[in-house]
């Protein structure tokens, strides 16, 4: 029979499952967490990974209270030291590899060799040459590249970390890797402006660095949502949803353009307010309207003209009448396109994100149910999630952002959300997303809550995260075969979301200055 690896490092002891085996380790082998090793369980080789580490010596019990005792001890005999101490682990097992891989079915049996897992395995389960299959860094301390399965994507991604550790980098990398090696569709809401075109030759990457909607794209309930109708104000409601109506139909007959239809129903709008009661159906009439206005009540049109005002006020820049309307050309196929969020404010950016994502997944629905809509499957970066889809708060991303998270798989509609802030983020939609990228992470509170969210990540996985450095990653979930500790790859993007190196801008600042200060006066 074939030997699971070749650098023994210890022996499973105790009593083991499938699952998990205890491991005592050689003398002098140094055990660290995140260490993959393999076993033999039947005639499978088991892969798995140290979770859980303890020292011990059985000279230094655990109920010793005497520090003399401790002293002598060290210092009576080094060597005797050394033999009595011990190096205690749990391996979990994650795959057995046979004819292909399996969940392990056999207890890895007391008294089996535990080995360093060999190169050769840690390739054919990280680095599979398969479909979908996207490298993204490299195993820490094995060398040996990582990949994700990029289809597992529509089941939805977190990278969570915290600021400067390496998340808009790791967005990068699997956004370029999908439109470049695959020729797939990514849309990224850039909060702050910093990816750019991510490198991308041209023909790759569509930057929209003023993000538009035109007004004709609006649904009724996103315009109420603008324009912050409240939902008892019955008459206004009403009278919005007929001059809405009557708009689009003005359009479909080619009386007016698209992007006009706001306008158009603020002209019907101050018409009405200004009739009188009893002459509103013969106005209605000589306008040719197609269906009847509301009757009138109280002054409700007033109030419904201060809110569409409101809604040109504070949206103004995004609305933009000559806007293109097809999602095809705003979102094109095959590219990556970045909406640079950064000109707007929270509110703004909010319509924004909130409309595309209605967009994508109503569109993507009609097209798998055959209606046309949008014919590629697509993956969706939301940046500053914790913005856009917060916990305690409701904006219109995030009705959209968790029927995405719930919806999207069937319709090839995967979403990333990226965040600094992970409690701040909306249990529900982090609980959905299936995979998860953490990288450097400190706060316990945020570590707790992603846990919470996250049966794969164990007290000992998670241990881990404050000691990784930027760029260092825990990969869980569907889109890795096993849990991987990964150095991401640097992605070749232009903007840098480094630390400004201050003191040397202080110093090129002064120089600069004194340099005028010397011209000036020789
Ligand atoms: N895998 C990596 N290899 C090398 N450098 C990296 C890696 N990941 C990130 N960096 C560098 O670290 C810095 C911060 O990275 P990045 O902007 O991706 O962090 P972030 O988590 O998005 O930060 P923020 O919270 O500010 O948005 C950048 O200068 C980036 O180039
Ligand atoms: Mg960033």
New binding site residues.
């Given amino acids: 029979m074939e030997s699971c690896g070749e650098h023994r490092i210890g022996w499973v002891v105790g009593e083991s499952s499938p699952r998990e085996s205890l491991v005592i380790f050689e003398k002098g082998f140094r055990a660290r967490l995140g260490l993959y090793v393999s076993s033999r369980a039947g005639d499978m080789c088991v892969l798995g990974m140290l979770e859980r580490l303890s020292a011990g010596s059985h000279l230094l019990p655990q109920g010793l209270t005497e520090a003399e005792v401790v002293e002598s001890v060290s210092t009576y005999d080094h060597s005797l030291l050394e033999r009595e101490r011990y190096l205690r682990g749990s391996v979990r097992w994650i795959v057995a590899i046979g004819e292909g891989h399996s969940v392990p079915q056999e207890p890895v049996m007391p008294g089996s060799p535990v080995y360093e897992a060999p190169a050769s395995l840690l390739k054919e389960v990280f680095s599979p040459e398969s479909e979908g299959y996207l490298e993204v860094?490299r195993l820490i301390g094995a060398g040996v590249p990582v990949g994700i399965n990029v289809d597992k994507l529509a089941r939805h991604l977190a990278i969570l970390?915290?600021?400067?550790?390496?998340?808009?980098?790791?967005?990068?990398?699997i956004a370029r890797g999908i439109v470049e090696n695959y020729g797939g569709t990514v849309a990224i809401f850039d909060m702050?402006g910093?990816y750019g075109d991510l490198g991308l030759p041209g023909d790759k990457a569509v930057v929209h660095s003023t993000p538009f909607i035109n007004p004709y794209s609006i649904s009724l309930r996103e315009l109420v949502r603008l324009a912050r109708i409240p939902e008892n104000a019955h008459n206004q409601l009403r009278l919005l949803r007929w001059v809405w109506n009557e708009a689009r139909r003005r359009v479909a007959k080619g009386e007016i353009r698209p992007g006009e239809v706001i306008d158009f129903a603020k002209r019907v709008i101050e018409e009405y307010a200004g009739l009188d009661k009893k002459l509103v159906n013969s106005w209605a009439q000589r306008n040719e309207f197609e269906t009847r206005p509301p009757a009138k009540r109280g002054d409700e049109a007033e109030g419904l003209l201060n809110r569409l005002d409101d809604v040109i006020e504070s949206y103004g820049d995004v609305l933009r009448k000559d806007a293109p309307i097809d999602l095809d050309s705003i979102i094109q196929p095959g590219r990556l396109t970045v909406f640079d969020l950064s000109g707007l404010d929270e509110e703004g950016a909010d319509a924004v994100v909130s409309h595309y994502l209605r967009r994508i997944l109503t569109e993507r629905r009609d097209y798998v149910r055959g209606g046309g809509g949008y014919s590629s499957p697509i993956i969706v970066f939301i940046?500053e999630a914790h913005v856009l889809v917060p916990k305690d708060e409701s904006t219109l991303t995030k009705y959209w952002a968790s029927r995405i998270a719930k919806e999207g798989r069937k319709f090839g509609v995967g979403m990333a959300l990226?965040s600094?802030r992970p409690r701040k983020l909306d249990p529900d939609a982090l609980s959905q997303t299936n995979n998860k990228i953490i990288?450097r992470m400190v706060e316990p509170r945020d570590i707790e809550y992603v846990r919470a969210a996250s049966e794969e990540i164990g007290e000992d996985l998670a241990s881990l995260l404050p000691s990784l450095d930027?760029?260092?990653a825990l990969l869980i979930g569907s889109f890795t075969k096993l849990p991987a500790v990964v150095?991401?790859?640097?992605?070749p993007y232009k903007k840098?979301?480094?630390?400004i190196p201050v003191s040397r801008e202080w110093i090129e600042a002064s120089s600069r200055e004194r340099g005028i200060v010397e011209e000036a006066f020789g």
Avoid at 487 to 491: D, E, N, P, R, W
Wanted: proline letters at 0%.
């Fill in positions: 860094g970390a915290v600021t400067g550790g390496g998340k808009s980098n790791t967005a990068c990398v702050h910093e940046e990226i600094q990288l930027t760029g260092e150095k991401i790859h640097k992605c840098s979301g480094g630390d």
